[in-house]
Every structure is written in structure tokens, then in C-alpha cells.
């Protein structure tokens, strides 16, 4: 299995929702990470695991939790969005390797605030 | 993060080569370059990366120039497929930093 999995592929959600993005991969990486793309924008780095600790958070406001439950699965939960957070949410996780450490990204989650 | 410059768009007729610049002059010696492309709708794919020699697969070709601030990624062939945005990333370790990248329109 070569792929990254991300669940739902499209989500509605209001502001007063909560709701929870999933991600699974089953390459045996250690590294997952949450990133986040605005339409016609390169992706911004949001969050970083390590051997399911987080290493890296880029000061991403606290409406966004991320979870990682093992070293298949990453969660990012979220609550009392903003229409500003409607975006393309992207999975991605690396391992290492001959020449450096490859990414694998998931399709993303299209998510819409309202 | 280390940073990187591209192109915002560049054009190709189909079946022709196409090289695609990326300048990155503050990289470091353990900086892997990658380059990944993204088609719209999906997450960015992986190309071809390397550290200090030219690399080819089956995709592209990979030139980076003798003092590595510099690289060239090489579609040897465009075809209506190869239309994305490709992104070049200095990569110190595991973590991506995404530069603006380069819309390629191939020309049917």
C-alpha cells in the first residue's frame, strides 16, 4: 500500500460545528503531517508528528487539534471554524530513504465553513 | 524554511521538452532538492529529487548546477497531462516548505 487515505473528501460544516478530518497510511512512516492550501496558493505546513508526538506546530490557531492515535492515523479535529478556513486540507506522511525523506500526499479534504 | 524561486507560469507546445527553473542561492549542504507537481483538485506528487548530480526517471530529468543554487527540472516530452503546478522544495530533513511554484500550461 502506497497511498495516504483522507476521510472525508468533501465536508460542510457551520461555525458551530465540530467535526473531525481522518487520515491513514499504511507505509510504515513515522512522520504525518497536516497542511493546508487556500485556492491558488502553494500548501502551508500546520502541523508536524514524529513517532506520534508533535514536533512542529506553526503557531495554528487552537480551533485546530490535531491527534495522532498510532502510527497509521492522524486526526485533525476541528471547532468554531471561520469562514476564513475554508480551504484545501492535505495529509502527507514521509519516511526515511535513499536521499532524503520522500512525501506522500493524500487527495486532500475540501472543506467549506458557512 | 529555506526558500526558493520560480517562475509563476510558463507555456509548452505538446511533445516538446520543457525545463523549469528554480532558483535557491541560500541553500545549505544537506539540502535535498525535490520536486513535486500538483493537477488540480489532488495533493502534490512526487517527481525526482537529488543532492548534487543530475537524476533521471522514468518522469524527468533533474539538473542541478555545479554550485546547487540553482536546478532545472526537464519534462523530456510534454504531454496535456503533464498541465499542473510544479513546486520546487529544498528539503533540510523532513520538512516541506512549499515555494509558489509554476503553472504549466501545455498547448495542445
Known amino acids: 500500500d502506497t497511498e495516504v487515505t483522507q476521510t472525508p473528501k468533501h465536508l460542510v460544516m457551520g461555525m458551530t460545528n465540530k467535526k473531525s478530518l481522518k487520515c491513514e497510511q499504511h507505509m510504515g512512516h513515522r512522520a504525518m503531517y497536516w497542511y493546508k492550501q487556500k485556492a491558488k496558493k502553494p500548501p502551508e505546513l500546520m502541523f508536524v508528528y514524529s513517532y506520534e508526538k508533535l514536533s512542529i506546530n506553526e503557531s495554528v490557531p487552537s480551533r485546530f487539534s490535531p491527534e495522532c492515535p498510532n502510527s497509521s492515523l492522524l486526526n485533525l479535529h476541528l471547532h468554531a471554524l471561520q469562514p476564513e478556513d475554508s480551504a484545501l486540507y492535505l495529509c502527507?506522511?514521509?519516511?526515511?530513504?535513499?536521499?532524503?525523506?520522500?512525501?506522500?500526499f493524500g487527495s486532500g479534504t475540501r472543506l467549506t465553513v458557512v | 524554511d529555506a526558500k526558493t524561486t520560480q517562475p509563476n507560469s510558463m507555456e509548452s507546445n505538446e511533445e516538446e521538452p520543457v525545463h523549469l527553473p528554480c532558483n535557491h542561492s541560500?541553500?545549505?549542504?544537506?539540502?535535498?532538492i525535490h520536486w513535486y507537481r500538483q493537477l488540480p483538485s489532488q495533493g502534490p506528487e512526487y517527481v525526482i529529487h537529488?543532492?548534487?548530480s543530475n537524476v533521471n526517471n522514468r518522469m524527468a530529468s533533474l539538473a542541478i548546477a555545479e554550485d546547487r543554487k540553482s536546478s532545472t527540472l526537464i519534462l523530456h516530452r510534454a504531454t496535456l497531462r503533464d498541465a499542473a503546478v510544479y513546486y520546487c522544495i529544498l528539503s533540510p530533513g523532513n520538512q516541506f516548505y512549499f515555494g509558489t511554484g509554476t503553472s504549466l500550461t501545455v498547448i495542445p
Open positions: 537529488g543532492l548534487t
Open positions: 502527507a506522511s514521509s519516511g526515511p530513504g535513499q536521499g532524503g525523506y520522500g512525501y506522500t
Open positions: 541560500t541553500i545549505s549542504g544537506t539540502d535535498y
